[in-house]
């Protein structure tokens, strides 16, 4: 619940007091503004900056470090000096400095340049067996390095890391990923953003994570503190109307609200903001209960295929009845690490995929490689834009940055030996990407096998989201699947960003262009005998499925707030094919 | 053995002072030795170097990274070469750390006087 507030000043409000934007996320929710600083007060540390940022990053862990020290017992301050020591050796940051010096961002020249002195430490440890006390005093330092690069990471982390107050209107321009999926939901609140759009990615977790959004609304004059409410079925966000109005304005919990949403006015034919379907009615909240597979199915011929959900983060796992789906297809890892120093914990990627498998024992689940540029950044990482849409991004920034692609390597080769892992590459263009990763996870293999880690090298699928890939399918015999991204593959196709509202019409409007490559991608995939999938926002459309289902395909993989609809539709889930 | 030598031996060569000592030290050159070598390395202001058993790659003396990376361990044979102002006095000081055991024994001390073998003081 929002913290309760002096009533409102009617008086006081300028402007307009309905703003018309457009919807992007159901739900109504009412609470104070917190506008978002701009984003210029966010530099993202690159160049100059990024090094400014290094060398702020260890002042502060050495100042930490000598703190701890001071007051520990001398074994512990010992450990601490040691650590200090290194923190201090400019042989220890020389290799960090070159690698900012070539492009890295902070958070991935440190931890890269670390895990370099570490392989270093670790590489020539001396056998157990002719180490009697089972231990190598040098190889342990290792786990001081590891140490050191957290501290470190989690000091670069805390720069950019701005949350906001619970149950508060999140007001801004745009809104980033990573402080959508930094902050507590679960106190309900929303988002009224000056541009935006209803296909970014900050939507799609908006829908899936039941907060309602609003975007397009042009400039905000709205103060910080004001209550303002958004209703994100019909697109507005409304001021000064709650005083004296408390019996209609009232904050909801987003998961009541939101899934019962009638169809925004102005949605696209396709892209995942059409109606609840048949299902509507009856839809069931994503975190309820599930009342079974056939409880809301309509009357009349249902269509088989497999339902599948996309993860996004391990809150949406609890969105998710797991009776109800055959796996999961998608995780968008990138999604799962809300700072560069989670995303470069390989213990973290470990911890976050045994959850997940947890959650669906016995069925599959399809790990997606991080895929970060574009509108994905991570600071310290990928600092993003809308240049690297073309660029970088995908399986091209981890294939030019081998030592982040490793470290997520060895946590799937891990988890895959404990479960029914898939990894699915993002951003393929040419069969030679998929061949590059298949060698680093063999290398990976082996180096964990040699220290007696139990690893699997998972099958290798690919995401189908550029057309180069889509239109030479029959190239890609050595992906083990196909997963289509409909979001970035319509993009691409229609050479009309996602995320810029002036050519949205454009995007949405390729849909006869997309429908023929998908008719393609279907036959390709066929002929090769692989399996298929649709894994974007086309997939949640219940209209779509059926075409889509016509073309012969027969899996798909939605948000957990689309699985009822979807489940109206489908037949029980056919066993999980081997 | 680990007594101090007034006489410590060394050698001149120009301005570089060097001396050889064999580490004697339980478990070698780790964590905390290797804070004592560098910081008292880094009081002094000439360059110094060690080479680690005859290797010819000398490695910068006031480097933990480098010094660990050298995993010196007992019955090394530890070269340390200094050149520049107090080099004679850096080479005296640090050879001396090497054969007092890096005053381990002080900060370890165990009752029964013990000091050999065991890797001291890391936690577990």
């Known amino acids: ?53 290094l060398a702020a990053a260890l002042a502060r862990a050495v100042e930490e470090l000598r703190g701890l020290a001071a007051g520990a017992d001398p074994q512990s301050a010992a450990v601490l000096d040691f650590q ?75 720069r950019s890391r701005a949350d906001f107050p619970e149950a508060a209107i999140y007001v801004g321009e745009d809104m980033p990923p990573s402080v959508f999926l930094a902050h507590d939901w679960s106190k309900g609140g929303g988002i009224a953003l000056a541009a935006g759009s209803t296909v970014s990615h900050v939507a799609m977790l908006a829908r899936a994570r039941g907060v309602p959004m609003v975007i397009g609304l042009g400039t905000l004059a709205v103060e910080e503190g004001e209550w303002l409410r958004v209703d994100g079925e019909a697109g507005l966000v409304l001021r000064g109307q709650i005083a004296g109005d408390e019996g209609a304005i009232r904050p909801d919990p987003p998961a009541a609200d939101a899934p019962n949403a009638s169809p925004p006015a102005g949605s696209g034919p396709l892209l995942s903001l059409s109606p609840a379907g048949r299902g509507s009615k009856g839809s069931v909240p994503p975190d309820a209960p599930s009342p079974g597979p056939s409880a809301d199915r309509p009357a009349g011929p249902s269509i088989p295929f497999r339902l599948e959900a996309n993860i996004n983060s391990l809150a949406d796992l609890d969105a998710v009845d797991p009776a109800s789906i055959d796996g999961i297809g998608l995780v968008r890892t990138e999604f799962l690490f809300l700072s560069a120093a989670e995303a470069l914990s390989e213990e973290r990627h470990v911890e976050s995929y045994r959850r997940i498998l947890a959650r669906v024992p016995g069925r599959p689940v399809r790990l997606r490689l991080l895929d970060l540029g574009g509108d994905k950044a991570l600071p310290g990482l990928v600092e993003g834009g809308p240049g690297s849409l073309l660029g970088e991004r995908g399986i091209r920034f981890l294939l030019a940055h081998p030592d982040l692609a490793r470290l997520q390597a060895r946590a799937i080769l891990r988890v895959a030996a404990e479960g029914e892992v898939g990894v699915l590459l993002p951003m393929v263009t040419l069969p030679q990407e998929v061949a590059a990763v298949a060698r680093l996870f063999e290398e990976e293999a082996v180096a964990l096998a040699r220290l007696g880690v139990p690893v699997r090298c998972p099958p290798l699928g690919i995401m189908v989201e550029v057309p180069a890939t889509a239109l030479t399918l029959d190239l890609f015999a050595d992906a083990a699947f196909f997963s289509v991204g409909t979001n970035d593959l319509m993009q691409y196709l229609s050479a009309a960003a996602r995320d810029n509202p002036a050519v949205a019409p454009l995007n949405a409007g390729s849909e006869t262009a997309l429908f023929r490559l998908l008719a393609q991608i279907s036959a390709a995939a066929r002929s090769l005998g692989k399996p298929v999938a649709i894994c974007g926002d086309l997939a949640g459309d219940p209209e779509a499925v059926a075409r889509l289902v016509a073309l012969g395909f027969g899996d798909f993989s939605v948000a957990p707030s689309r699985l009822s609809a979807l489940r109206a539709l489908a037949c029980p889930p056919v066993p999980v094919e081997g | 053995m680990s007594e101090p030598s007034p006489a410590f031996p060394r050698e001149r060569s120009g301005t570089r002072w060097q001396t050889e000592v064999e580490v004697t030290h339980g478990i070698g050159l780790h964590a905390r030795p290797s804070v004592a070598f560098t910081r008292l390395a880094k009081s002094f202001p000439c360059a110094i170097e060690v080479a680690v058993d005859g290797s010819p790659d000398w490695l910068n003396g006031k480097s933990i990274v480098k010094i660990m990376g050298a995993r010196i361990r007992r019955g090394t044979r530890l070269r340390i070469r200094a050149e520049g102002f107090r080099a004679e006095e850096a080479i005296v000081a640090l050879g001396e750390l090497v054969r007092r055991n890096f005053d381990e024994e002080r900060k370890n001390a165990r009752p029964d006087g013990r000091s050999d073998g065991r890797p001291d003081g890391r936690p577990a």
């Open chain 1, 84 to 158: 200090i020591e290194m923190l201090l050796d400019p042989e220890m940051v020389e290799p960090a400095l070159r690698r900012l010096a070539a492009g890295d961002g902070a958070a991935l020249a440190w931890a890269g340049a670390m895990d370099a002195h570490i392989r270093t430490l670790a590489a020539d440890a001396v056998p157990a067996a002719t180490n009697p006390a089972g231990e190598d005093a040098f190889a342990a330092r290792a786990a001081d390095l590891a140490d050191l690069k957290q501290r470190v990471l989690d000091g670069l982390a805390g």
């Open chain 1, 1 to 53: 619940m929002p913290a309760p507030m002096a009533a409102p000043m009617v008086a006081r409000m300028a402007g307009p007091r309905e703003l018309t934007g457009k919807a992007a996320s159901p739900g109504r929710a009412l609470g104070p503004a917190f506008r978002a600083p701009a984003p210029a007060a966010l530099p993202a540390p690159a160049g100059e900056d990024a090094r400014a940022a």
